[in-house]
């Protein structure tokens, strides 16, 4: 069962009656409450993180529908609290870190405002300080080392990306791991199982500056043996191992296709760095936007059907068919086309038939490219051998 608190800015609301009205309907937020309300959402992950062990010691997991990420336009911020973990600890914890912020907290269940003065007004006109608040327990945070900027001090501005990203990310459960064969290159990613999701950094260093590339993907090990399998069947076990010759583990088997919204995000369309400055921005910028993308697929991988059709979307689908009209240079990697079929046929999103089509454009159009060094041919009756074979008997697929 879900509690409602309401995080909002009136400081003339001092009451009940008055905490009602302002939270009645949403308002605009100014610059100044959208600062507020995101110190407050960063700072509440300190005491009630989104991930069990997300800030390196046991806490309490008490939200029902997770916490918003990205620009909050507008209060009163509606928060659900888990009814069974809720206590006078963890309103007060958070009446608390509203106040730090320079906010109040409206409970409408009972009818209890938490003040800025930090004192609890409720409806019978009873008034009392707030309780203690919870332990605090900062994130584990990725240190720079120390130093200016230079273009060819790439462990530096690793350090101050992954930084940067898991002081938002840490309390969604994500750790910073290296990559197994780039220096110049890290990941930041969590897991559920088997399944990965991960945000890889790569620093380009040249003689007076550095460009910065990100790209988001997935490690889904059932979706690479559902048509690995088929593959076997299909066309011989031999080729299973030519594939992986050129398929490294740690390549990415899916990319979500989530393009970085330049026009939200202009600092991240200029990935060229020069200096300490623009390192520092562009690690904020990018922080921002990643928390976005976690969030989004928060719960999803639990889930290889509700993965699919976060994946499968529209704007999706028209992406990589607009690609796939720019011939050879539309080619992408195989084992996304693949599991981008395994899932188009297991999510049964309402597209499914599209998306079918539009792999097997594909396929002709560009595909054929990538199946080259495996088949020795175009590969295209191996992928219509794995397809129907797909449809014929669906593999089960695990987390």
């Not at 060094?373 to 014929?392: R, Y």
Request: charged residues 20%; hydrophobic residues 40%; aromatic residues 8%.
């Amino acid at each position: 069962m879900s509690f409602i608190v309401q995080i909002f800015d009136r400081i003339t609301a001092t009451d009940v009656p008055t905490a009602q009205a302002a939270c009645k309907r949403s308002q605009v937020a100014t610059p100044r409450v959208v600062a507020m309300l995101d110190q407050f959402v960063r700072e509440v992950q300190c005491y009630y993180p989104l991930a069990a062990g997300a800030n390196g010691v046991p806490q309490p997991l008490v939200w029902t529908e997770g916490l918003p990420f990205g620009p909050l336009d507008q209060w009163p911020l509606n928060l659900g609290v888990d009814a069974q973990a809720l206590d006078a600890t963890v309103l007060s914890t958070l009446g608390h870190v509203a106040a730090d912020a320079g906010l109040q907290l409206f409970e409408p269940q009972s009818g209890a405002l938490y003040r800025l003065d930090r004192q609890v007004v409720y409806a019978n006109g009873t008034v009392e300080p707030f309780a203690e608040r919870a332990l605090r327990a900062d994130p584990p945070k990725v240190q720079a080392t120390p130093g200016s900027f230079a273009p060819a001090r790439v462990p530096h501005s690793l350090d101050t990306l992954c930084g940067a990203l898991m002081e938002r990310l840490a309390p969604l459960g994500f750790e910073v791991h290296p990559h197994p064969v780039n220096s110049r290159a890290r990941f930041v990613q969590r897991s559920y199982g088997p399944t990965v999701q991960a945000f890889s950094l790569h620093v380009q260093p040249e003689q007076d500056r550095q460009y910065i590339h990100c790209s988001v993907g997935w490690w889904l090990p059932s979706v690479r043996e559902a048509w690995l399998a088929r593959l076997d069947e299909v066309g011989g076990r031999e080729l299973r191992s030519r594939i992986k010759s050129f398929i490294p583990d740690h390549e990415r088997t899916l990319s979500d296709f989530q393009q970085i919204p330049w026009h939200r995000h202009p600092r991240l369309g200029q990935n060229e760095l020069r200096s300490a400055q623009d390192l520092d921005e562009y690690a904020r910028a990018l922080a921002f936007w990643a928390a976005e993308r976690a969030i989004l697929w928060q719960d999803a991988p639990k889930d290889m059907a509700a993965l699919g059709k976060l994946m499968l979307s529209v704007d999706q689908l028209n992406r990589i068919l607009k690609d796939g009209e720019s011939g050879v240079h539309g080619a992408f990697c195989l084992q996304e086309q693949m599991a981008l079929l395994v899932l188009a046929l297991h999510c049964r999103t309402p597209l499914r038939d599209v998306w079918v089509e539009t792999l097997r454009h594909r396929q002709r159009v560009t595909q054929h490219v990538q199946w080259k060094p495996v088949s020795g041919n175009d590969g295209n009756a191996l992928f219509e051998g794995i397809l129907q074979s797909l449809v014929g008997r669906p593999p089960v697929l695990g987390a």
